[in-house]
């Protein structure tokens, strides 16, 4: 994995490539290359042993040109300010793709939450709710989960944003809520939910039988476990999985509901029975029909892409592939279904979540799910049409669709003054 690689570099990179294919005036490239805004903010903390910690957070609003900022917030020792900027970069083509009218932020605080007891979290969570408190809201700037964060933070920072801002609750300044906060059914399933319709949609495109396929799965968190269910479901045989302590390879197939199980009693995948250790590289270069990332950024790079097998790589993780593997994949006609639709699930479901707040009414887990298949679908072939129009890879086609979707928006509503 290249540590090095500098997430706001590559989404610059990216966003250069569309530009070409868009022939997009030089302006409005400008324009996208930063983000409208950005917050650094400083965070005292009491720690529990008295002492006043200062941790550093920021919040990224890439563009709103479509509809209000929308994207997770992550507490982690590497978080850097290139990588919010990035991120919040990719939400605003995510929303876009996935045809919903938001655009794109992200929000990070720099900390080493495995080590911060609930009480620490929960202050340096409400001190950033509050210090953000200005430039976000239910209108404007709508935060949600993102690695080490999840309902718990998401009711704190609704608690701390409602209180602050007029002392009622307000339940659509924010997604990923807890179910009785207004949380929406079907959520917590949505991202792995979200990539099985891709992984559906692109087997027909494809001509892969997932009665045929075989999967092995980078990561068997949260996206990881669903995505692998979900296949399963389809027909497809999961073969190999992995997660940060090791990984584990069965050809004859590995039964998902075990695989959780085993997981969830001795806190890894790891010497699941009847399956035999292997290592990150061969779970990577596994010989599967397809492959699901769903762990972390830079795993597939110019140094393995060339021994990828799978047909089909279907990005539950954000930013998993270089652009120079890429390039390979595409030259060796695998296909690759971009993060940014892969796993738009998760904020497609944000986004029902705000529409259930806004309206106070609540759906059933079944309309939420059939309404996501709708959504992602469409998506899923609105890119595959750009990747045959402009005979470019998926991930360019996401690109150049969300960007030309964007540009349109701003070119409608004009620059002011
Ligand atoms: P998670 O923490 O639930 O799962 C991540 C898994 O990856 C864990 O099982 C962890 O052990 C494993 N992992 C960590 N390091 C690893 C390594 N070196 N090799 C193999 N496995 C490793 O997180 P998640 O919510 O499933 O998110 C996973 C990815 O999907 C992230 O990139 C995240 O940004 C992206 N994503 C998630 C969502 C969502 O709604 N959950 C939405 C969009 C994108």
């Not at 047909?311 to 993060?339: F, H, Q, R, S, W």
Request: hydrophobic share 40%; with cysteine; aromatic share 8%.
């Amino acid at each position: 994995m290249s540590e090095s690689i500098n997430p706001f570099e590559v989404a610059l990179k990216q966003l250069e490539t569309a530009a070409k294919y868009l022939d997009l005036d030089s302006g409005y490239h400008q324009i996208l290359a930063n983000p409208k805004r950005v917050l650094t903010v400083s965070l005292p903390v009491k720690m529990d042993d008295g002492s006043i910690r200062v941790f550093t957070g920021f919040r990224s609003q890439h563009n709103d040109a479509r509809g209000p900022c929308k994207g997770g917030i992550r507490y982690h020792p590497g978080v850097t300010i290139d990588e919010v900027k990035a991120l919040s970069m990719w939400m605003t083509w995510k929303c876009a793709i996935a045809d919903i009218p938001y655009g794109g932020g992200k929000g990070g605080i720099i900390c080493d939450p495995k080590h911060m007891s609930v009480g620490e979290t929960e202050r340096l969570t409400r001190r950033y709710a509050y210090m953000i408190s200005d430039i976000i809201g239910p209108l404007t700037d709508i935060p949600a989960p993102d690695v080490y964060t999840g309902g718990k933070e998401m009711a704190w920072i609704m608690d701390t944003y409602s209180i602050v801002k007029g002392n009622f609750v307000q339940p659509e300044v924010i997604t990923g809520k807890p179910l009785p906060l207004g949380g929406s059914l079907g959520r917590n399933e949505a991202t792995g939910r979200g990539l099985a319709f891709t992984v559906r949609e692109a087997a027909k495109k494809l001509h892969i039988n997932m009665h045929d396929a075989t999967v092995s799965v980078q990561g068997f968190g949260n996206a990881g476990q669903f995505a692998s269910k979900l296949v399963q479901d389809q027909g497809a045989t999961v073969i190999a999985a992995s997660d940060s302590k090791g990984a584990v390879f069965n050809r004859e197939g590995i039964s998902v509901d075990a695989l959780v199980k085993h997981k969830q009693e001795t806190g890894s995948v790891a010497s699941f029975p009847g399956s035999k250790s292997i290592s990150n590289d061969e779970l990577l270069e596994m010989d599967c029909t397809i492959l699901i990332p769903a762990a972390l950024e830079n795993q597939i790079t110019d140094s393995n892409a060339k021994n990828i097998k799978a047909k089909l790589v279907a990005e539950a993780a954000n930013g998993p592939t270089t652009p120079e593997a890429d390039d390979i994949l595409y030259k060796n006609e695998i296909m690759v279904i971009p993060d940014i639709l892969a796993n738009g699930g998760g904020v497609t479901v944000s986004y029902f979540e705000w529409l259930q707040n806004l309206r106070r009414e609540y759906w059933t887990e079944e309309e939420v799910n059939n309404r996501l298949d709708k959504n992602i679908t469409k998506a899923f072939l609105d890119v595959y049409d750009t990747h045959q129009k402009f005979n470019i890879d998926m991930r360019k086609a996401g690109n150049v669709l969300a960007i030309n979707r964007v540009v349109e928006a701003m070119k409608l509503r004009g620059i002011w003054p």
